[in-house]
């Protein structure tokens, strides 16, 4: 079978930015752990700004399957399927923290709302879109209120990566409760309270 030395490249890349962070990240460790020369990854990618380009579709392509795994699984349930969508989205950062860090964006040209871009962030937020459609929330309304789960999603993540838990806390327990208070402020805001007891 022929080697797929670009994939390889960049799943070790991935697994370097994991552990190191953007700052402490070496194209030649990348090299060494794949044994190749340590100018592979330039001679693939064109320098770091194309590999890292590569790893933030890599990483978007893997985590659209798990929102159209979602999508399909919760169907026209739009607002569970968004908040499992925001779940997931939240783990992604924290097995990836260095998307939280600007200068992972800034070597790619992009600032840190880069990741705006994927498609697996337009699905969840689709997914949101969709639910206030349904109920006919105008958007200028809803976008406002988008605003509180990207905060919800950096702060988790944040707190997460860092250890910063006050004790006897449980994250998902604290994530699904904020969440279900931006749903049930939106919904009560919109005339909606009957739907409170149908939250997640």
Request: one cysteine or more; proline letters at 2%.
């Amino acid at each position: 079978m022929k080697r797929d030395l670009e994939s390889e490249l960049i799943r070790e890349a991935v697994a370097q930015l994991q552990k190191n962070g953007v700052e402490g990240f070496s194209a030649r460790a990348v090299a060494e752990a794949c044994g190749v020369s340590c100018a592979a990854p330039f001679k693939h990618f064109e320098g770091r700004r194309g590999l890292f380009l590569a790893i933030s579709r890599y990483l978007d392509q893997m985590l659209l399957k798990v929102m159209g795994e979602i999508e399909s699984r919760r169907g026209t349930d739009y607002k569970k399927a968004h908040l499992d969508m925001n779940v997931a989205y939240i783990n992604f950062l924290c097995l990836n923290p260095f998307l939280i860090n600007e200068s992972f964006w800034k070597t790619i040209d992009e600032k840190q709302s880069g990741i705006r871009k994927w498609e697996s962030f337009k699905k969840m937020t689709g997914q949101f879109s969709l639910y206030c459609r349904e109920h006919q929330i105008p958007e200028n309304i809803y976008k406002s209120y988008y605003f509180n789960f990207q905060t919800l999603a950096y702060g988790a993540a944040f707190v997460t990566v860092n250890n910063l838990f006050l004790e006897g806390c449980d994250l998902a327990t604290g994530i699904e409760d904020l969440q279900e208070r931006i749903y049930r402020n939106l919904e009560q805001n919109m005339g909606y309270s009957h739907q409170v007891g149908n939250l997640i």
